[in-house]
């Protein structure tokens, strides 16, 4: 799809584009075609650099979450970022699912894929929820990391450089950004043309934490000054569904004001 980008610069891009600036006898040189074009497929700032980036603070924003460790050895062997993808931390971008969990790893591939695609009728936001230590999160993580063809495997969903996942960036959030929703909003709405899952880092478990329940059906609701962009979706792990209601039980109960029905 030409309105939307592709997958973040490799290595080899972003040099090749420094190299075409470097020779250019004129900065509107340089602007004319190989950067205009550069800015085009991949985005400006840290999203033309990364699709797994961790957020910061609104000052500081969303930065690539790398493992320059391996990136480091990289540089030094045969191999190369062009061949193997980005190198994120964690190994479960990277990892296939167990058995007993590749039918909800294949409906959240499946998920993400048509958020990625643009399909805003079908691609709401995610929840995952179960046991402690089922490995909820993890989950999340490798069916985002299928997606952005990070999982070493043959059958590459994301489709290539500009596949149906290409655009497609996911956007770390830890627990003391949960109040930051809707600069985080913000965010992805400076870039339309990009497709944004913000994975929480914590399990959703607000029953003591009313202030982050009001926050987040705030934000989810379209409140707090803007509304809930059409580009992002949201994913979370919980241990239940009626953890979402900080006003009930485990038990359940009525009423239409939980974070679970927003899911």
């Not at 973040?8 to 020779?23: D, G, K, V």
């Not at 998920?111 to 995952?128: I, K, M, N, Q, S």
Request: hydrophobic share 40%.
């Amino acid at each position: 799809d030409a309105e939307r980008f592709t997958r973040p610069a490799s290595t080899s891009a972003q040099l090749a584009i420094r190299n075409a600036i470097a020779e250019s006898w004129r900065w509107s040189d340089a602007l004319e075609q190989p950067l205009i074009a550069h800015w085009r497929a991949h985005g400006v700032g840290e999203a033309s650099r990364g699709n797994v980036l961790t957020w910061h603070s609104p000052k500081r924003g969303a930065t690539r979450d790398v493992n320059r460790d391996a990136a480091s050895r990289s540089r030094s062997s045969e191999s190369s970022e062009d061949a193997k993808g980005p190198f994120v931390n964690g190994v479960a971008w990277r990892t296939a699912p167990r058995a007993k969990d590749e039918a909800a790893h294949a409906a959240l591939v499946s998920h993400f894929t048509a958020h990625a695609r643009g399909d805003e009728r079908g691609a709401g936001h995610v929840l995952v929820h179960g046991a402690a230590g089922a490995g909820k999160r993890w989950l999340l993580m490798s069916a985002l990391g299928s997606c952005l063809g990070l999982v070493g495997s043959d059958d590459d969903p994301s489709g290539g450089s500009s596949g149906p996942c290409s655009a497609l960036r996911v956007v770390r959030v830890p627990r003391e950004a949960l109040r930051q929703l809707p600069e985080l909003c913000r965010f992805a709405g400076d870039h339309p043309r990009a497709r944004f899952v913000f994975l929480l880092d914590m399990p959703l478990a607000l029953a003591p934490y009313a202030e982050f329940h009001n926050e987040l059906t705030c934000a989810l609701d379209g409140g707090g000054g803007g509304r809930w962009p059409p580009n992002a979706i949201l994913a979370a792990a919980a241990l239940e569904p009626t953890a979402l209601k900080p006003e009930t039980s485990s038990g359940g109960g009525g009423g239409g004001g939980g974070l679970a029905c927003r899911f």
